[in-house]
């Protein structure tokens, strides 16, 4: 599987975007596909999964209510839609997929056997 992430740019606080993340190759049935973001100095971060039969989605605790994952079958496009942005909210932004990790793992960067470029993310204040 191959990732590709798109979207990022420069917005201001309290803006908004959409990530989004083309995936090719192999079919994605039985796939997981998470979003996560690194920041300078920081480890990644999960932000948010999604199983891609059904639907079922994962969120981060502290990112409830802002950001929000969805796919296209159609399509293979998995997306992040984040609203209300602050400025802690800048980082490189990555899509990942994994076929053999559990549910409960999809928070940790080592799960995930796939992983796209990134794409930054900057939230000026």
């Known amino acids: 599987v191959q990732l590709q992430a798109s979207g990022g740019g420069l917005v201001q606080a309290g803006g908004s975007l959409r990530l989004s993340c083309v995936a090719s190759?192999?079919?994605?049935?039985?796939?997981?596909l998470g979003w996560f973001r690194q920041a300078p100095g920081n480890e990644r971060e999960f932000v948010a999964g999604i199983r891609w039969n059904g639907g079922t989605t994962i969120y981060a605790d502290s990112l409830k209510g802002r950001f929000t994952i969805s796919r296209d079958i159609s399509k293979k496009m998995v997306y992040l839609q984040m609203n209300s942005l602050k400025p802690e909210d800048s980082a490189i932004y990555y899509c990942a997929a994994t076929a053999h990790t559990i549910w409960s793992q999809l928070g940790v960067p080592s799960s995930y056997e796939h992983w796209g470029q990134g794409t930054q993310v900057t939230v000026s204040s």
């Open positions: 190759g192999r079919t994605l049935n039985n796939y997981k």
